[in-house]
């Protein structure tokens, strides 16, 4: 059993990666339209391109990870390895250098491509280490839950920064609710510059999750040569396990989801609802970490009567209903505000609900692959659930900037045309619901059952010598 102190270090993990995570996923395609100077369309392709190269990087890391050997275990070392390197490119990603539009256009590119290896080489090692911090299912779900609880906190300072400099960043508006002074016209120091803030504080909590944990199962391999499998075997093992690929489909789905209703919002309120309600997009925003918040309490009690793919499912239907729901809420009145926020907290309480078992589910497959292939690729298996989020929120990101270029936003207009303010509704309701729709399908297929993870759980004790 591990100490309550372990589970807090594990979440302070991911508490860094979700304060970075948030705001490349809220703010990063309104910063590169409207800020950077991006035509929507070249931004667009930038966030896709991009994810060529992660589907190359994350596996890599995988296997570079399993196959790490330190005195502090295979996957921890790169928390302490990675942190101020993450840091330092995240500000890069936010800053905007003085030269003409082709030379931006590729310092776009190089940032974010660095930002990407940078968060592929701290988080998939960090995801592994949910399947050597503890042997048990349950108990990793726990973690699992501990990770997710502290991401949210972490998101939910990381919108409390945007908030306190929002009217300076986002734009204000004047009593008629036409907005005076838009996203474009802020300093891009200042945005730099609150970036930099959140920085530091990841690099300080990744370097306590290092402090804070151990891995306690001891994964020994053996190279090729002497009888373990190579890394044709691990990538053969990886692409013949149908658990994995319903949990890939259901993890992008996932995410494709978040990304574009939390890249509509910005967007949705600056060209929608004005600045000057009390209703700000980043107020709505921590709202919405406050209900994610919530809904982690619910993930491990639920799962546990109804099994983690029931209870996954459920969150991501409720996902679909409250979220298409939003297309049906005036825009301008108060009673719509309020039914805004109400809906915000019921998706967001779903998806707390679903997040932690995203993790716990890729644990359980590694489980399944360790016993069915006799060898234990966990970093590898983890690095497709680091591959899922960064392919559905480059997906998302993509869609969201296309549809804008496509119904002819123009961050210069004075007020965008009304094809266009439809288009940005309907990305805050029904377009994301459909990513919600991909995870339910893939996971009515997925057959890793509470009972069926119980016998692998008994039959790996044995193999372990834990038994």
């Excluded at 020994?220 to 692409?239: M, T």
């Excluded at 980043?282 to 799962?303: H, K």
């Excluded at 377009?431 to 991909?438: H, K, M, N, S």
Aim: with cysteine; charged share 15%.
């Amino acid at each position: 059993m591990a100490k309550l102190s372990e589970k807090i270090g594990y979440g302070l993990g991911d508490m860094s990666s979700s304060m970075f995570w948030k705001i490349f996923s809220y703010y990063l395609p309104i910063f590169y339209s409207d800020v950077f100077g991006l035509k929507p369309i070249h931004a667009a392709t930038l966030l896709l391109v991009t994810k060529l190269y992660d589907a190359i990087s994350d596996p890599v890391m995988g296997i570079i990870a399993d196959r790490t050997e330190t005195r502090w275990g295979k996957y921890r070392p790169y928390l302490l390895w990675m942190a101020i390197p993450f840091a330092v490119i995240g500000v890069m990603s936010f800053y905007v250098p003085n030269v003409g539009y082709n030379l931006k256009h590729v310092y776009a590119y190089l940032a974010y491509i660095l930002m990407m290896t940078a968060y592929t080489a701290v988080n998939v090692p960090y995801g592994a280490m949910l399947g050597v911090v503890t042997s048990d299912s349950k108990e990793k779900s726990v973690f699992s839950s501990f990770r997710m609880f502290f991401a949210y906190i972490g998101s939910f300072i990381a919108m409390g920064i945007f908030w306190l400099f929002e009217k300076s960043i986002i734009g204000t508006t004047n009593s008629a609710g036409k907005i005076v002074k838009g996203v474009g016209d802020a300093d891009p120091m200042k945005w730099t510059m609150i970036v930099a803030v959140v920085a530091v504080m990841c690099a300080v909590l990744f370097i306590l999750c290092f402090l804070m944990t151990r891995e306690h199962v001891k994964i020994e391999r053996k190279a090729a040569e002497e009888g373990g499998s190579s890394i044709k075997d691990d990538l053969k093992a990886l692409v013949t396990n149908g658990p994995w690929w319903l949990m890939l489909g259901a993890a992008i789905g996932q995410l494709l989801c978040g990304s574009i209703r939390g890249g509509a919002a910005a967007y949705y309120f600056a060209n929608l609802l004005g600045a000057n309600i009390f209703l700000t997009c980043a107020v709505y925003l921590t709202i919405g970490e406050i209900g994610q918040m919530a809904g982690v309490a619910f993930a491990v009690p639920l799962s546990e009567k109804i099994g983690k793919r029931n209870t996954f499912m459920a969150a991501m239907l409720a996902v679909v209903l409250f979220s298409s729901a939003i297309w049906l809420v005036p825009v301008g009145s108060a009673a719509g505000i309020w039914w805004l926020v109400a809906l915000q907290i019921l998706v967001s309480l779903a998806i707390g609900v679903a997040a932690p078992l995203t993790w716990s589910m890729f644990a359980d497959v590694a489980d399944y692959s360790e016993l069915k292939n006799g060898a234990n690729s966990t970093g590898l298996i983890f690095s497709s659930s680091s591959m899922a989020q960064k392919f559905g929120g480059a997906i998302g990101g993509f869609l969201l900037l296309a549809l804008l270029g496509a119904f002819g936003y123009d961050k210069d207009l004075a007020a965008q045309a009304p094809r266009t303010l439809g288009a940005i509704k309907a990305m805050m309701s029904y377009v994301p619901a459909i990513g919600a729709v991909l995870s339910i399908i893939f996971l009515s297929f997925y057959p890793l059952t509470t009972g069926k993870m119980n016998d692998i759980q008994a039959k790996l004790k044995i193999k372990r010598g834990e038994a």
